[in-house]
């Protein structure tokens, strides 16, 4: 499945993004998806992730409470949708696709390339 992320931008600290990512090749609805970030200088990190189904999403603690998760199996394609913006939260946002199911990276099988986001104070 090929995967393309998009949405990226500036914004100030407290405002929204939603950031998108479109998947093509593949029957989308059979893969859980993720989103990932690598900010500047350090190491990718687990976002958000949901099921297949989508009855089921995970947050890392960081953006719990401010980011929701969302897929829409029709258009093939997952929302980020980001409130409360904070400048740690600047980064390159990638979204991945597991055909397993797993909804963490080691489960990931499909990687699109990132959209940045960077959040101004």
């Known amino acids: 499945v090929q995967l393309q992320a998009s949405g990226g931008g500036l914004v100030q600290a407290g405002g929204s993004l939603r950031v998108s990512c479109a998947a093509s090749?593949?029957?989308?609805?059979?893969?859980?998806m993720g989103w990932f970030r690598r900010a500047p200088g350090k190491e990718r990190k687990f976002v958000a992730s949901?099921?297949?189904?989508?009855?089921?999403?995970l947050y890392a603690d960081s953006v719990k409470g401010r980011f929701t998760i969302s897929r829409d199996n029709a258009k093939n394609t997952v929302l980020l949708q980001m409130n409360s913006l904070k400048s740690e939260d600047t980064a390159v946002y990638y979204c991945?696709?597991?055909?397993?199911?797993?909804?963490?990276?080691?489960?990931?099988?499909?990687w699109g390339k990132g959209t940045l986001v960077t959040v101004s104070s």
């Open positions: 090749g593949r029957t989308f609805s059979n893969y859980a």
């Open positions: 949901i099921s297949v189904s989508g009855g089921t999403t």
């Open positions: 991945a696709a597991s055909s397993s199911g797993i909804m963490y990276a080691y489960g990931m099988d499909y």
